[in-house]
């Protein structure tokens, strides 16, 4: 591999390990459904021990993420509440999720993002961890394989910047696809923003070989040390979102300053209705179900979907 620069010696203290959970529990209490989509209520330590497990039985697993973006993406692309069925974890990644299902269900939803547990899958598996990154700007992807190397001692099975042409069929996507098979990872961080990453995941799942998939989204600028997240406390005052839109307002704006309110919209809907009455129709149009996102899509400038 090229040779790359060197890691910053502070690692982001969020791949610090955790407090342990107790890993014991059932189907009847992890699942909850929630505007059309199946959901996981899984503490982080369990969701590392159950990759780890996977990754060492080289079982076939895929990991998403879901935030107040993901629900309002999902009322408009069906194949999204598809992806979520299929997924063998589907946790709570969004304040706006966790406070809706407390209100509305009752629920109280464990909440974590991938860079609080992946130190806590890729410290016990060390060099029995191979893996491939994809999504990012190239010398952003390659920083965070690198430090993850030192980090933790893990193998880099491959590093795809977000910048190709993901339609299917594409000759990107071909390329790509021989490359992870050819490579043969146990993890595929993807990290291309949403909902890119998991349209890309949901038309290529079956040609992947046996492995974790996971949605990282901005895991791959944590891991390179381009972006920090701020302390725990703010997220469990459910601030975080406001933290991302004052550190990033152009990329941000109108996923948080429109989307909170269509998501409230929405969530509303099924608590009166049981299920989404009313679309809004410019987004039915922006965010067609069958439309794939062409070459490139709608990206900032690190490679990642904008969509508000």
Known sequence: MASRPAPDPAPDMALAPAPAAPLATTDAQEAVYFMGLRLHNLHRDVIAARVVSAVRARRKMLVVNANAHTMVLAQQLRWMSALFQQADIAFCDGAGVQLATRVLLGIGMHRTT??????????????????????????????????????????????????????????????????????????????????????????????????????????????????????????????????????????LWRRYLLGLPVFGFYAL???????????????????????????????????KMENG
């Not at 998939?213 to 997220?235: E, N, S």
């Not at 209705?273 to 070459?295: D, I």
């Open 114 to 251: 991938p860079p609080e547990w992946i130190g806590n899958v890729l410290r016990p598996l060390g060099p029995d961890a191979s893996v491939f990154w994809l999504g990012g700007e190239a010398h952003v992807a390659a920083t965070a394989a690198h430090r993850f190397e030192i980090l933790y001692g893990v193998k880099t099975a491959g590093v795809q910047h977000g910048f190709f042409d993901t339609s299917p069929a594409s000759r990107d996507t071909e390329a790509l696809i021989a490359r992870i098979n050819a490579a043969a990872p146990n993890i595929i961080l993807v990290n291309m923003g949403m909902p890119l990453q998991e349209r890309w995941l949901w038309e290529n799942w079956d040609r992947l070989p046996a492995g974790v998939a996971i949605t990282g989204g901005a895991l791959v600028d944590h891991a390179a040390g381009r972006a920090k997240r701020p302390p725990r406390w703010v997220a469990n005052l459910g601030a975080e979102w406001l933290v991302r839109l004052i550190c990033e307002p152009r990329r």
């Open 269 to 303: 809907q099924y608590r009166l209705f049981g299920r989404t009455r009313f679309l809004a129709p410019w987004r039915a149009s922006r965010m067609g179900e069958s439309a794939a996102p062409g070459p490139g899509g709608d990206r900032s400038a690190n490679g």
